[in-house]
């Protein structure tokens, strides 16, 4: 319990961090129904909101028997885990939003033990989707890369 206390104290100190930076975020112009700011202010009020619940009560669902230790095998998931965030990062201006986000939920979905046809098609639809639904429904530019020939 008390790794999930210090995590959530972390992740509280970093919401309200970077909350503090995204709310200065303000466009010169409007180039979206939705502004620069609000997409990060609601991840980070989600994500500041499972962080309160994890301090106050850390264990909702589990005993605290449950609670794994860190060994040498979670410490490389937790790496992978990160360098896949990084390599989403830096392969989303290149490769473009669909090919580095499939890419991305593929290697999660492999890390967390799934299997490799449902990991490729959950990877895909949620590519897609995504796609679609800040490009088409949202209005949210994103970068197709190496997809920019078929766009309509």
Not at 74 to 82: E, F, G, H, Q, S
Not at 84 to 111: K, Q, Y
Request: proline share 8%.
């Amino acid at each position: 319990m008390l790794y999930q206390r210090l995590f959530a104290a972390g992740l509280l100190l970093a919401c309200l961090c970077l909350g503090t930076i995204a709310w200065g975020f303000h466009a010169p112009f409007s180039y979206e129904p939705v502004g620069p700011r609000a997409y990060p202010l609601m991840l980070l009020i989600l994500l500041a909101l499972g962080a309160l619940v994890l301090l106050i009560k850390p264990a909702l669902e589990s005993s605290p028997s449950d609670e794994p230790a860190l060994t040498k095998p979670m410490l490389i998931k937790v790496a992978v885990c990160l360098a896949l965030l990084l390599a989403l990062a830096s392969l989303f201006e290149i490769l473009g939003f669909v090919p580095s986000a499939i890419l991305f939920a593929l290697g999660m979905a492999r890390l967390f033990g799934g299997r490799w046809l449902p990991s490729v098609v959950l990877a895909v639809v949620l590519g897609v989707g995504l796609y679609f639904l800040f490009d088409r429904i949202l209005d949210v530019p994103l970068p197709l890369g190496v997809l920019s020939d078929l766009e309509i």
